[in-house]
T-cell receptor, first 111, second 112 residues
Framework: GQSLEQPSEVTAVEGAIVQINCTYQTSGFYGLSWYQQHDGGAPTFLSYNALDGLEETGRFSSFLSRSDSYGYLLLQELQMKDSASYFC????????????FGIGTKLQVIP | TAGITQAPTSQILAAGRSMTLRCTQDMRHNAMYWYRQDLGLGLRLIHYSNTAGTTGKGEVPDGYSVSRANTDDFPLTLASAVPSQTSVYFCATKGGDTGELFFGEGSRLTVL
């Protein structure tokens, strides 16, 4: 089956850089997605990596290494509003029919 | 644009009662999903539908049923609710090559 592992909690200082890792074990892997969810809200899409390498979108970047079955989300110039949960996901799991999520990493940004 | 609408937003239900959570989209996406979210367990897939007329079981389907009579609607039914079904339920659609999921605002269900 599919499984994605990520740390449950991370704490970082405002203005710093934080990296949230995700390792996966899936069959028929197509790519890795990242989502952000603030407390009480719905998850929102951040990024998708289909190819190895780094994808940058403003302060957020996402990286994928297929050979290592590993990816990460990099958040730069952390702001208090970045405090949220971050989920990695396989958007095409189960023979392209399902979307499987990791358990999520709760990021706390402190002053 | 409405996007994805879920109803109700919140509900308290007595154990043993039935309940249908509604989900409607206006994005014309083929694939739709129901997830439940519980503290420490992330988002777990209950049921999915890749196109109107078809449905499939996810990771935690027991106690739930779905139907997909048309593209826009994907209701989730609890036939006889139990306290372990207390959760936040999210409906989502998938669109585009990236497989991006678009989520509704969620339905908070408490079964007593």
């Amino acid at each position: 089956g599919q499984s994605l592992e990520q740390p449950s909690e991370v704490t970082a200082v405002e203005g710093a850089i934080v990296q949230i890792n995700c390792t996966y074990q899936t069959s028929g892997f197509y790519g890795l997605s990242w989502y952000q969810q603030h407390d009480g809200g719905a998850p929102t899409f951040l990024s998708y990596n289909a190819l190895d390498g780094l994808e940058e979108t403003g302060r957020f970047s996402s990286f994928l290494s297929r050979s290592d079955s590993y990816g990460y989300l990099l958040l730069q110039e952390l702001q208090m509003k970045d405090s949220a949960s971050y989920f990695c996901a396989d958007p095409h799991s189960g023979g392209y029919q399902k979307v499987t999520f990791g358990i999520g990493t709760k990021l706390q940004v402190i002053p | 644009t409405a996007g994805i609408t879920q109803a109700p937003t919140s509900q308290i239900l007595a154990a043993g009662r039935s309940m249908t959570l509604r989900c409607t989209q206006d994005m014309r996406h083929n694939a739709m999903y129901w997830y439940r979210q519980d503290l420490g367990l992330g988002l777990r897939l209950i049921h999915y539908s890749n196109t109107a007329g078809t449905t499939g079981k996810g990771e935690v389907p027991d106690g739930y049923s779905v139907s997909r009579a048309n593209t826009d609607d994907f209701p989730l039914t609890l036939a006889s609710a139990v306290p372990s079904q207390t959760s936040v339920y999210f409906c989502a659609t998938k669109g585009g090559d990236t497989g991006e999921l678009f989520f509704g605002e969620g339905s908070r269900l408490t079964v007593l």
